[in-house]
């Protein structure tokens, strides 16, 4: 493996984005879509999340290291990219722009609501619950970035959804990668209808 | 009808590899029928700018002009394409004329596409066939792929795929698409599959298979409409199953 470094880091950085990164993103703002049903169910969902056995181990090795991995090469890797879509405005090719300008979105977003939320619980400034996020959403700059940032990462996770299936090998005809486009368009709009519809209920209470 | 009596080309220009690109501009006589190259042509009978000083001949590079050699290959309004088969008539004036900008310039169009040979080498998009003694007749091949792969045969090492992709530039050590679906043309070959390993390999190496980041611009503007993606993909599923042998696996020759 260590003649073929590269390869090897570039795949696990494809597989890390869907396992675990992707698969926690969705489960994440599911268990936030319990806001929709009161406050109470939420604190319950919220608590039994954060009580978890082994809650630290399974945040640092299902989280923290796969995201910081998956980071740090993604800043590299857009780094390298020459976006052309002036010449060749080619759907795939601004897919190509908007996968690497919502992995930087996402980036500065997932630091932001970390430091704003798990590190201040940890550093017990404030505690976990439904207040929490309402004190910070009903700021309507604070809810915009919440919308932005919610709707880049989902976007960010659809179209790599796309580029996994390829990457791995598992779309290879053009008709099958036209069908998975079709097929991550739906998974963007119904993982963005369950993160903004939280973000809504957080900020208006609606 | 109304006959446009010249036609305006600017050219991007560098006198030699170190020095700094500049462009000129050049009326030509409009004749019917032109072609990009014809136009260079006649630039080239008459050295003269559009200015009325006297200039250099415009150096391009070129042979076959019927779009099978890749040679000839520049970035004509913005869109990298052969300057043999771009029609006169068929472009908006004034026509750009510029280097491919992922390759080196040797001078004026003319570019270094060594890189693309360099690439062909790592990915040993060759057959080996000679032996101390005859080896006979290889094995046939199916009519069917044959079929698609004489698809892949097509490529003319043209440049344009790298020209058009993001991911091939100068901060990046990515081969390109071409040599990704050579690659897969040799290894369709019953002869070539033998040694496929050593083109997955090659594929996995450094700059290999995992630079693509699928923006799929090759496939939208390789001349000869070779399914450059469909090869990419199909070639990122054998390096996975062949790193996947590599690590674990313990029959490594094949």
Known sequence: ?206 | MAEQSTVTFIITRQDGPDSAPYEETFEIPYRKNMNVISGLMEIRQNPVNAKGEKSTPVMWDMNCLEEVCGACSMVINGTARQSCAALVDQLEQPIRLEPMSTFPVIRDLIVDRERMFDALKQVKAWIPIDGTHDLGPGPRMPEKKRQWAYELSKCMTCGVCLEACPNVNDKSNFIGPAAISQARLFNAHPTGEMNQSDRLNGLMEDGGIDGCGNSQNCVQVCPKGIPLTTSIAAMNRATNIQAFKNFFGSDNAH
């Open chain 1, 1 to 206: 493996m260590a003649e073929h470094r590269e390869f090897f880091y570039r795949r696990l950085h494809s597989l890390l984005g869907v396992v675990p990164i992707g698969l926690f993103m969705v489960q994440h703002l599911v268990i936030n879509h319990f806001a929709v049903y009161g406050e109470e169910s939420f604190n319950r969902a919220a608590g039994f999340m954060a009580g978890l056995p082994f809650v630290l181990l399974l945040e640092i090795f299902v989280i923290y290291l796969p995201i910081l991995f998956h980071a740090i090469l993604g800043v590299y890797i857009v780094f390298v990219a020459r976006n052309n879509t002036r010449t060749y405005g080619f759907f795939r090719n601004w897919m190509f722009r908007l996968q690497r300008i919502t992995g930087i979105v996402t980036l500065v977003f997932i630091a932001w609501h970390v430091w704003e939320t798990r590190v201040q619980i940890g550093l017990g400034n404030v505690d976990l619950d439904y207040s929490l996020m309402e004190g910070i959403l009903t700021n309507p700059f604070m809810f915009w970035f919440y919308v932005i940032g919610v709707v880049s990462a989902v976007f960010h996770f659809a179209n790599g959804l796309w580029s996994f299936l390829v990457t791995w090998g598992i779309t290879q005809s053009p008709k099958s990668q036209k069908i998975a486009t079709y097929a991550v368009i739906v998974v963007f709009f119904a993982i963005s209808y369950l993160g903004v519809r939280t973000l809504i209920q957080f900020a208006y209470g609606v």
